[in-house]
């Protein structure tokens, strides 16, 4: 049971430093000109409980959502870093490299508005 714990909690740390690293691109480069977008890191979590997911990412101040890619559900994680163009794809950009130093197995959820 407490390994089952730890590893939603590993989440929320990375979800929390992916933020982080959202919130420092968005700022260093505030333009956001381009197509309003909903662009997001997103994590193939297989057998998590999608629930505990959920929170894990609410408690990392960040959203989350299920996708259906080709078959495999994948885990979508919109920081909330502001902006709507160009300054949320380099704010989920960010996010995406902070998950995959940490180990993640990550992708990019692109979808214009």
């Not at 709507?84 to 490299?97: I, V």
Request: charged content about 30%; glycine content about 8%.
């Amino acid at each position: 049971m407490g390994h089952t714990i730890a590893k939603y909690e590993r989440l929320t740390e990375a979800l929390r430093r992916a933020r982080a690293a959202a919130l420092l691109a968005a700022e260093e480069n505030p333009e956001d000109g381009g197509t309003c977008n909903f662009d997001a890191p997103a994590l193939a979590l297989p057998r998590w409980n999608e629930k505990r997911v959920k929170e894990a990412a609410e408690k990392a101040g960040v959203g989350c959502f299920k996708w259906n890619f080709y078959g495999a559900v994948r885990y979508v994680f919109p920081m909330r870093a502001g902006g709507q163009a160009n300054s949320r794809t380099r704010a989920a950009e960010a996010a995406k490299d902070v998950l995959e130093a940490d180990g993640w197995k990550t992708l990019m959820y692109y979808q214009m508005d």
